[in-house]
């Protein structure tokens, strides 16, 4: 089965999307066990699914040039996300699989995505313990100042930059709000934040664990792609996320995970932050609005 990724422009929470869901057709059509794959690096996603991650009893081949196909099922960054809409539109054999038990598969197609071997030694380098909780920190293109928050909210997962700030200094709260576990591992695209945060930690005597990223100056993925996915991956085995913000990397980490972590989104607390949490969301539903009208009214 051939699968085509080069018209996803955004992260790789998009490309997984993509590929489950493929994943999941293979389960009602047994007799295919192998993938020939075609993605292009971007901005966005400076890395390849095939460079460090394997699927169960499937043969992954990596494809340099493309197979034009009409029956490809052709996924992009604006219908990748998992519900029933999007699985009806995706399943050209809908005559034979039906679409709410392949719908029920897609999700549960993450399970069969591991890191290959190079990847697992670096997860495994990390020590981690059996039971931890881990800390996701997304900054860099989620974040938005607020003299600028008309213009800039494009995304509901958004927040608003001393909105953040805050999060190191209740972090330890938040914590032990939810969890008895001292066992943290950190996640985080933006180095100071990361070390802020350790270093706090550390003083109220967690044991902290994390992934020697190697960061660079960029608005968008600042961390290398194995160290994401390491990242991702050590998420995944956590017995519960906490997020400053949400998004496609802690959803699919807690998919990874078979559904069996949670995932809080600390943007959606109710603090005294609460009333510009609901102004971003109140923006960009008004902007999907705007363009829902226009786009209704330029078809007429």
Same mark, same amino acid.
């Given at each position: 089965?051939?699968? %085509?990724?080069?018209?996803?422009?955004?992260?790789?929470? %998009?490309?997984?999307?993509?590929?489950?869901?493929?994943?999941?057709?293979?389960?009602f059509?047994?007799?295919?066990?192998?993938?020939? =794959?075609?993605?292009?690096?971007?901005?966005?996603?400076?890395f390849?699914?095939?460079?460090?991650?394997? =699927?169960? &009893?499937? &043969?992954?081949?990596?494809?340099?040039?493309?197979?034009?196909?009409?029956?490809?099922?052709?996924?992009?960054?604006? !219908?990748?996300?998992?519900?029933?809409?999007?699985?009806?539109?995706?399943? &050209?054999?809908?005559?034979?699989i039906?679409?709410?038990?392949?719908?029920?598969?897609?999700?549960?197609?993450?399970?069969?995505?591991?890191?290959?071997?190079?990847?697992?030694?670096?997860i495994?380098n990390?020590?981690?313990?059996?039971?931890?909780?881990?800390?996701?920190?997304?900054?860099?293109?989620?974040?938005?100042?607020?003299?600028?928050?008309?213009?800039?909210?494009?995304?509901? %997962?958004?927040?608003? %930059?001393?909105?953040?700030?805050?999060?190191?200094?209740?972090?330890?709260?938040?914590?032990?709000?939810?969890?008895?576990?001292?066992?943290?591992?950190?996640?985080?695209?933006?180095?100071?934040?990361?070390?802020?945060?350790?270093?706090k930690?550390?003083?109220?005597?967690?044991?902290?664990?994390?992934?020697?990223?190697?960061?660079?100056?960029s608005?968008?993925?600042?961390?290398k792609?194995?160290?994401?996915?390491?990242?991702?991956?050590c998420?995944?085995?956590?017995?519960?996320?906490?997020?400053?913000?949400?998004?496609g990397?802690?959803?699919?980490?807690?998919?990874?995970?078979?559904?069996?972590?949670?995932?809080?989104?600390?943007?959606?607390?109710? !603090?005294?932050?609460?009333?510009?949490?609901?102004?971003?969301?109140?923006?960009?539903?008004?902007?999907?609005?705007?363009t829902?009208l226009?786009?209704?009214?330029?078809?007429?």
């Amino acid at each position: 089965m051939h699968i %085509d990724l080069s018209k996803i422009k955004s992260g790789f929470s %998009d490309r997984l999307r993509a590929i489950t869901f493929h994943i999941a057709l293979v389960k009602f059509k047994k007799k295919i066990n192998y993938f020939s =794959i075609y993605e292009k690096k971007n901005y966005q996603c400076p890395f390849r699914f095939v460079d460090y991650c394997k =699927i169960k &009893k499937i &043969k992954i081949k990596k494809k340099k040039k493309n197979l034009n196909n009409p029956k490809n099922i052709i996924f992009t960054s604006y !219908n990748s996300e998992i519900n029933l809409k999007n699985c009806i539109e995706a399943n &050209k054999f809908s005559e034979t699989i039906n679409n709410v038990e392949l719908y029920n598969q897609w999700a549960e197609s993450y399970k069969e995505i591991y890191p290959n071997r190079h990847l697992q030694k670096k997860i495994n380098n990390i020590n981690l313990p059996k039971e931890y909780i881990s800390i996701h920190i997304r900054s860099t293109d989620r974040v938005v100042k607020f003299k600028n928050i008309l213009s800039k909210i494009q995304l509901k %997962d958004m927040i608003v %930059d001393f909105h953040l700030k805050n999060f190191p200094l209740i972090v330890t709260k938040l914590i032990t709000k939810y969890s008895n576990c001292k066992n943290v591992y950190i996640s985080s695209d933006q180095e100071y934040l990361k070390n802020q945060i350790i270093k706090k930690l550390n003083n109220k005597n967690f044991n902290v664990f994390y992934n020697n990223n190697v960061y660079k100056n960029s608005n968008y993925r600042r961390t290398k792609g194995e160290d994401f996915l390491v990242d991702l991956f050590c998420m995944s085995k956590s017995n519960f996320i906490i997020s400053t913000v949400g998004g496609g990397v802690p959803y699919s980490a807690y998919l990874l995970s078979g559904r069996k972590n949670r995932v809080l989104n600390w943007s959606n607390e109710y !603090n005294k932050f609460f009333p510009i949490r609901c102004i971003v969301v109140l923006i960009y539903f008004l902007k999907r609005t705007k363009t829902f009208l226009y786009d209704f009214l330029s078809f007429k």
